[in-house]
T-cell receptor, first 113, second 117 residues
Framework: DSGVTQTPKHLITATGQRVTLRCSPRSGDLSVYWYQQSLDQGLQFLIQYYNGEERAKGNILERFSAQQFPDLHSELNLSSLELGDSALYFC????????????FGPGTRLLVL | AQKITQTQPGMFVQEKEAVTLDCTYDTSDPSYGLFWYKQPSSGEMIFLIYQGSYDQQNATEGRYSLNFQKARKSANLVISASQLGDSAMYFCAMREGWGFGNEKLTFGTGTRLTIIP
């Protein structure tokens, strides 16, 4: 158990809908990262937050947004969902800037029908 | 160009044998970190081992060791005395640069390792 929690574990929804994925980092970790794992794109970095502020942005679609709250949990919001958004979404956390290891949560498996 | 290349899509290894999973990387930044993660069929990503670009010695963690050849830009994972529980996907990843905004990981396509009893 990495100490990173993600809810829900599975999510099935329809095209056009909006969902929210939630992540709680390990105790003491200030950085939260979101990654998407899909069959065609592999594992891709989406976005990073550090202590409530956006730190880095990757291949995140405009339909997707994220935030990190004062208690350091983070949410990834996916809207106007398309079939191609079906993927495993991981949250990872690390202590902070320049800390080497990111620990991953169990992931949320999203299926868009 | 691919930042991380894993050329072995799948490998079959006899139980108790050692196995080497290949990883080559491409970066012009002198400061970087290399990671290996294991993804069992259940889906979670498990951190295995880390090697920094300035580390003088190869990293080791229990049965895992990293064969780091900087000049060749390779960071192969070696698993000694393989076990059935080692069957999983293995990903090599890299963090380029240091400091603000440089913490993201870039992953390879993975190698599916199957341990044969």
């Amino acid at each position: 158990d990495s100490g990173v929690t993600q809810t829900p574990k599975h999510l099935i929804t329809a095209t056009g809908q909006r969902v929210t994925l939630r992540c709680s980092p390990r105790s003491g970790d200030l950085s939260v990262y979101w990654y998407q794992q899909s069959l065609d794109q592999g594992l891709q970095f989406l976005i990073q937050y550090y202590n409530g502020e956006e730190r880095a942005k990757g291949n995140i679609l405009e339909r997707f947004s994220a935030q990190q709250f004062p208690d350091l949990h983070s949410e990834l919001n996916l809207s106007s969902l398309e079939l191609g958004d079906s993927a495993l979404y991981f949250c990872a956390s690390s202590v902070g800037v320049n800390q080497e290891t990111q620990y991953f949560g169990p992931g949320t498996r999203l299926l868009v029908l | 160009a691919q930042k991380i290349t894993q050329t072995q899509p799948g490998m079959f290894v006899q139980e108790k044998e050692a196995v080497t999973l290949d990883c080559t990387y491409d970066t012009s930044d002198p400061s970087y970190g290399l990671f290996w993660y294991k993804q069992p069929s259940s889906g979670e990503m498990i951190f295995l081992i880390y090697q920094g670009s300035y580390d003088q010695q190869n990293a080791t963690e229990g049965r895992y060791s990293l064969n780091f050849q900087k000049a060749r830009k390779s960071a192969n994972l070696v698993i000694s005395a393989s076990q059935l529980g080692d069957s999983a996907m293995y990903f090599c990843a890299m963090r380029e640069g240091w400091g603000f905004g440089n913490e993201k990981l870039t992953f390879g396509t993975g190698t599916r390792l199957t341990i044969i009893p």
